[in-house]
């Protein structure tokens, strides 16, 4: 499985980005899929998770109701639409595939490269 994120960029507080993730996998439809984050002298963080259908969500509380997540099963790509963005929302953005709609990194086999996000205020 390989996951190649791309869409980060520099934007200032109150801007917005949109992420993809791309997946070569024949079964991505199988699979949650999770946005992480992590900014520098910080662990990696949870950001939001899309259940294998599409249908189930599940937002860190930092990012309701600005950040949104959808999934397109038939090109094998996740999306996340970011608006509103703050300065502490600059890190770099990490998309993967799990094993279980879950928060816990460990449940996620495989990672993209990451893209960065940069807020300025």
């Known amino acids: 499985v390989q996951l190649q994120a791309s869409g980060g960029g520099m934007v200032q507080a109150g801007g917005s980005l949109r992420l993809s993730c791309a997946a070569s996998?024949?079964?991505?439809?199988?699979?949650?899929v999770g946005w992480f984050r992590q900014s520098p002298q910080k662990e990696r963080e949870f950001v939001v998770g899309?259940?294998?259908?599409?249908?189930?969500?599940w937002y860190a509380d930092s990012v309701k109701g600005r950040f949104t997540v959808s999934r397109d099963n038939a090109k094998n790509t996740v999306s996340l639409q970011m608006n509103n963005l703050k300065p502490e929302d600059t890190a770099v953005y990490y998309c993967?595939?799990?094993?279980?709609?879950?928060?816990?990194?460990?449940?996620?086999?495989?990672w993209g490269q990451g893209t960065q996000v940069t807020v300025s205020s």
């Open positions: 996998v024949r079964t991505f439809s199988n699979y949650p």
């Open positions: 993967a595939v799990g094993r279980l709609f879950d928060t816990r990194r460990e449940h996620y086999n495989y």
């Open positions: 899309i259940s294998a259908s599409g249908e189930l969500t």
